[in-house]
C-alpha cells in the first residue's frame, strides 16, 4: 500500500451527510482537525463539533470513521483544491480533496484554471500535474509552480598589469643588514605594453514569480577605461596601451605613462634609480646612492658623494659637493 497521509471525504447518504475520515498508512501524516474544518466550511456544512471530530481522528487506528456532519443531504461537492503561495511568490503548493458520492473530478485544465484563479500566471509545473492526475493522493502537499530566480549580474572589473601598489620597503639582506638603495619602486614599462585590461559588467537576466511579476537583478557597476599621457585604448576600448617606454603609475583611477621618472630628492625615500628615460631630480642627490638613466639626468639641487651615469646629457643646476666620493658620467654634456 505505501505511505500515505490520512484524508477524509464526504459521504451523502439518504438520511444525512457524512464526514469519512481515512487514516494514514505507514507512517504517514495524521488527518489535520483544522484542515477538515477549514474544508467544511469551505463546503458551507457549519454546526459540526470540532471537538468530537478532533477526538475521533485522535483514536483512531486503522479503520476508517464515520461522522455525521449534517442531516442534510448536500449538493454532490467536486474534487478540489487549496492553493498556497508562499511569501516571497516563488512557491505554490497546493493540497487536494477528494470529491463527495457523485462529485466531480478535476482534470489538468481544470487545476491551472483554479491556480489562474488565485493569481499563478507563471512557473506552473504541468508534470506535478499530472503526476497528482495519475495517482491521486489527497492531503498531501504538491509544489505546482515555481518562480524563475533572477541570474544577478557581475561588477566591471579594470584589471592593472603592472605594480600599482610600490610599497618602497627595504630589503633585509641574508646576514640581517638593511638595504636602502634596491627598493623598486618604479613600474617599468615599454612600448605596445597592455597597462589594464576591462572586464565589462554583465547586467545578469531578470527573473519571474508565478504571479507574473518580473524580478530585476541588482545593479551592477560600470566602468570604463580611458586614454591619458602616452597611452591608448584597444579598437574595442577593453585595453590600455603604453604608447612609450618608461613608467606607469595609478591616480585617481587614471593611469598615466611617463619616460621622465621625476622625485624630489635621491635617499632612503627613493633608493638607487635606474631608469629607462630621463631623471629629473627637484633636490639633492644624498650621498651613498646613484642614478643610471638611459636618458638625461638633470638635478635642481646638490650632489652629495652620490654615482651619477647618464646615455644622455647630465644637468646639476647647483654643482657638487662630493666628498671626494662622487662619480658623474655621461655621453652626452657635463652641464
Known sequence: MGKKNGY?????????????????????????????????????????????????IFKMIDKPVDILVTSDKI?????????????????????????????????????ITDLAMVGVKAGVDEKAIEEFLGNREYCKSYTL??????????????????????????????????????????????AGDVLATLTKEDLGHPGINVCGEVIRPREVAKLRLSASLNTVLSEDRLQLIS????????????????????????????GDITYDGNVVVKGNVRNGYSITAQGNIEVSGVIEGAILKAEGDVLLKRGIQGMGRANVSCKGNLI
Open 145 to 190: 509552480a515555481r518562480g524563475i530566480e533572477p541570474v544577478q549580474g557581475k561588477d566591471a572589473e579594470i584589471t592593472y598589469h603592472f605594480n600599482t601598489e610600490i610599497s618602497l620597503k627595504p630589503t633585509i639582506n641574508e646576514d640581517g643588514t638593511v638595504d636602502f638603495h634596491n627598493l623598486n619602486n618604479i613600474a617599468r614599462v615599454n
Open 75 to 111: 449538493i454532490p461537492a467536486s474534487e478540489t483544491i487549496a492553493v498556497d503561495i508562499s511569501e516571497d511568490k516563488m512557491t505554490v503548493t497546493a493540497r487536494f480533496y477528494p470529491p463527495s458520492t457523485d462529485g466531480r473530478l478535476l482534470d489538468k485544465d481544470g487545476i
Open 8 to 56: 477524509f471525504e464526504l459521504v451523502i447518504r439518504e438520511h444525512g451527510t457524512f464526514l469519512k475520515l481515512i487514516p494514514p498508512t505507514e507512517g504517514g501524516e495524521k488527518i489535520n482537525v483544522a484542515e477538515v474544518a477549514a474544508y467544511l466550511t469551505k463546503q458551507k456544512i457549519n454546526g459540526f463539533d470540532v471537538r468530537e471530530l478532533n477526538s475521533v
Open 243 to 270: 604608447q612609450v617606454n618608461g613608467h606607469a603609475s595609478l591616480v585617481n583611477d587614471k593611469v598615466f605613462v611617463s619616460n621622465i621618472y621625476e622625485v624630489q630628492d635621491v635617499d632612503a625615500s627613493t
